[in-house]
């Protein structure tokens, strides 16, 4: 055989591994935890089970921020019976890694299997068509990885292709699905099943003391939650049966200049202990616009259109959609969507984004405006990372949950 048959054979095997079409969103499903606590009852609830009713300067702040949050509700797996079980889940003399972990093998798993039922449910074919697994959590670290225990529990294929991340924090979500992309568009009839889920427990203590900002910040904002995404190309395999709800069009992620310092954490005897500075939100803002510019630029995207795309940006706090509304010069809808997620929920870190697809998805639904559209999917996490996904609505399946 001759060195160019050769190449021709390569560059034939090479197409036939590959999908044509762009990979979509197939399905979406989402899930939380039972317990719900309103936002104007957090501090309350949150001095009383970690024992700190003392810390009366610290419980005002914690007030102050739950009200000018954009939060109105969470949902959390841990329960006051379970805490008053556990001392140690609350008290900072006590090492409680173990505890949180034993949770967390369990929990998570079930948390995210939940939210992959509804995808799998949604998307209409046997849970054994599902070719790819990435599941992502930054709440455990345990092997074999949560990746096997949603495997076993949706009833998926022992040969399907597993990917685990972990400690992916806020952009655990985005970062899932920009691999799936990969996954799906460079594996012919490949089915990817996405899985984030997230549980505030690997972070629950009690403050250090009347200045400890740190800590009530981190249990103002989060929630728990799960979500589910399946992704493939070329959906006309099987007509009838899947109809994409958003194709993926391009993937990019930015790592924010000299920002290493402002989003930091580590997993330790006392589960995470993770610390979002102050600066947070004006860092964000002054780069959004270079990182958004950089990936719609090759869509021949500029500044003036983007009034016209629908907007999945992860609402990290309130002051980031803020940040983020004001650079991008967004009218107030364009970030309804994002709001209403956090309002509802809280920021549940990777799987928050997915959130915010459905209600793109359902918004769609229900005003038939923008089905078509272009939009971007912003993931922000630490880093500072930023992941960007540049999305087509298709005017496919729109269900409600
Ligand atoms: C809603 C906030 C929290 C409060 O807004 P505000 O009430 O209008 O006003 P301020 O911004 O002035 O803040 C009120 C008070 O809170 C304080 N504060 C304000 N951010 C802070 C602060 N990061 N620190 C510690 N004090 C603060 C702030 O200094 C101030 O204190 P004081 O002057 O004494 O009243 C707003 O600042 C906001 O949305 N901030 C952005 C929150 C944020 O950084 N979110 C990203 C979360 S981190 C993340 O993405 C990582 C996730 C993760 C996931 C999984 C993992 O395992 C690990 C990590």
Known sequence: ??????????????????????????????ANPAICVRQDEYADYYFRLANAEHLTKLKSKLNRICQSSGIEKRY????????????????????????????????????????????????????????????????????????????????????????????????????????????AENNRGARVLVACAELTLVWLRAPDG???????????LFGDGAGA???????????????????????WETVIPESEHVATGRLGEDGVVFRPSVELPSLVRANIERCVADALAPLGLSGGDWKDLFWAVHPGGRAILDGVEAELRLGPEKL????????????????????????????????AEGRHGLGVMLGIGPGITVETMVLRATGGKFTTK
Not at 16 to 26: E, F, H
Not at 86 to 95: A, C, M, S, V, Y
Not at 100 to 124: Q, S
Not at 211 to 220: C, R
């Open 229 to 251: 995404v399946i992704v493939g190309a070329d959906p006309e395999l099987v007509q009838g049966v899947e109809r994409p709800i958003f194709e993926m069009l391009g993937a």
């Open 76 to 183: 959390f797996h841990h329960t006051e019976e379970m805490l008053g079980g556990h001392p140690e889940l609350t008290d900072r003399k006590l090492p409680s890694l173990d505890t949180r972990m034993r949770i967390l093998a369990t929990a998570v798993p079930e948390l995210a299997a939940a939210a992959a039922g509804k995808a799998i449910a949604e998307w209409g074919r046997p849970a054994t068509d599902i070719t790819h697994l990435v599941v992502s959590t930054s709440s455990g670290a345990h092997v074999p990885g949560a990746d096997l225990r949603v495997a076993s529990l949706l009833g998926l294929a022992p040969t399907v292709r597993r990917a685990m991340l972990y400690l992916s924090a806020c952009n655990g979500g985005s970062t899932a699905l920009r691999l799936a992309k990969d996954m």
């Open 336 to 367: 309804a969507a994002s709001r209403h997620v956090l309002t509802e929920y809280g920021n549940m870190s990777g799987p928050t984004v997915v959130f915010v697809l459905d209600e793109i998805r359902r918004r769609h639904d229900e005003h």
């Open 210 to 220: 009347d200045a400890d900002s740190d800590t009530i910040i981190m249990q103002a």
């Open 1 to 30: 055989m001759t060195a160019s048959c050769v190449a021709s054979a390569t560059q034939q095997i090479r197409e036939a591994q590959r999908a044509d079409g762009p990979a979509s969103v197939l399905a979406i499903g989402t």
